[in-house]
């Protein structure tokens, strides 16, 4: 049971860079959700998905675009990093009720 | 709009000590509550949950009490282990709001030592 995997665990970016980090989840759930985690600022939420075809911003989007084409996949791309968009990110995935949120291991990103 | 406010850390205790980590929050409606741990390294686990008021979580010696009269859910363990270092999250959310998603804490460093 794979449950929330996400690819790469690492990666470093030059200024300007675009790229794709991926989510994957096989429990066939319909909410999937993008989080930041900055040092003394907990989690942020960036971006979320109700459903296939339906996404909507969260608290901290700019910078970055999602699309849900399928249950499974939640990629998050940022179109030009910037050094600002260091962080570890976190996919996330979730039941319906009752509430349980599954987290993937993270994706450590340096922008440089 | 919904919030949650937890200790500052580093808390750093000896090994079998009292844990407290305090955490309020500030809600519309009727939120579900609930701590995560994060070991080094890793993701998210969610540790223990409330859906109401006064319900009380527990998992692993931890403990937590949904208190409505004063918005708390404060994180409680009788002796901890060099074993729970970790951060620990406190976090909010009403799943009634269709598409809300988990409203973090900016977390808690633990820190036992033997």
């Known amino acids: 049971n794979a449950g929330v995997t996400q690819t790469p665990k690492f990666q470093v970016l030059k200024t300007g860079q675009s790229m794709t980090l991926q989510c994957a989840q096989d429990m066939n759930h319909e909410y999937m959700s993008w989080y930041r985690q900055d040092p003394g600022m907990g989690l942020r939420l960036i971006h979320y998905s109700v459903g296939a075809g339906i996404t909507d911003q969260g608290e901290v989007p700019n910078g970055y675009n999602v699309s849900r084409s399928t249950t499974e996949d939640f990629p998050l791309r940022l179109l030009s990093a910037a050094p600002s968009q260091t962080s570890v990110y976190f996919c996330?995935?979730?039941?319906?009720?009752?509430?349980?949120?599954?987290f993937g291991q993270g994706t450590r990103l340096t922008v440089v | 709009g919904n919030s949650v406010t937890q200790m500052e850390g580093p808390v750093t205790l000896s090994e079998e000590a009292f844990l407290t980590i305090n955490c309020t929050y500030t809600a519309t409606g009727y939120p579900s509550l609930f701590w995560y741990v994060q070991y080094p390294g890793e993701g998210l686990q969610l540790l223990l949950k409330a859906t109401k008021a006064d319900d009380k979580g527990s998992n692993k010696g931890f403990e937590a009490t949904y208190r409505k009269e004063t918005t708390s859910f404060h994180l409680e363990k009788g002796s901890v282990q060099v074993s729970d270092s970790a951060v620990y999250f406190c976090a909010l959310s009403d799943f009634n709001q269709a598409g809300t998603a988990l409203i973090f804490g900016k977390g808690t460093t633990l820190s036992v030592s033997s």
């Open positions: 996330a995935s979730r039941t319906p009720f009752p509430v349980v949120t599954f």
